[in-house]
């Protein structure tokens, strides 16, 4: 049902403009300069996020790999349920699109939703070839 969910949310945002997938091949995504172009190109058209800061450490959990976490400010100034909505479609969106960064094992998107005082995050850990979802914390979730 989630992966429904997911497929709806994004081909919304492909049909909507919202979102922006960028060609993973134009990028070395196997180094940090790579994964943060890459991220900064995909959210640079983004009309609802701006990035604040983009860390790319080291995984000493598993020895190799990146541990990408991503601030963002919701830049609209929409309802919360609006919000809420976005923000996930937007999260979703990402991990989603972010599969080819091979040598990130997890992403962390943390929302600053300045409209509301609120913050929210999105945590995906690598599983096999794609991102699942590991915590989630959103207020203005529905």
């Known amino acids: 049902m ?44 983004n009309a609802h996020a701006k990035i604040d800061k983009i860390t790319i450490n080291d995984d000493a959990g598993t020895g190799s790999g990146f541990i990408l976490l991503v601030n963002l400010e919701y830049d609209r100034d929409d309802a919360p349920a609006v919000i809420g909505k976005q923000i996930k479609a937007d999260s979703v969106a990402f991990a989603v699109d972010s599969q080819d960064l091979t040598e990130v094992n997890q992403l962390c998107l943390f929302w600053n939703i300045p409209q509301t005082g609120s913050e929210a995050k999105y945590q995906y850990k690598r599983v096999g070839n794609a991102f699942a979802e590991d915590d989630i914390v959103n207020p203005l979730a529905s």
Do not use: H, N, S, V
């Open 2 to 45: 989630k992966r429904i969910i997911a497929a709806c949310i994004i081909t919304l945002l492909i049909c909507c403009g919202c979102g922006k997938a960028e060609d993973p091949a134009e990028y070395d995504l196997t180094t940090k300069d790579g994964i943060q172009a890459y991220t900064e190109a995909y959210f640079k058209d």
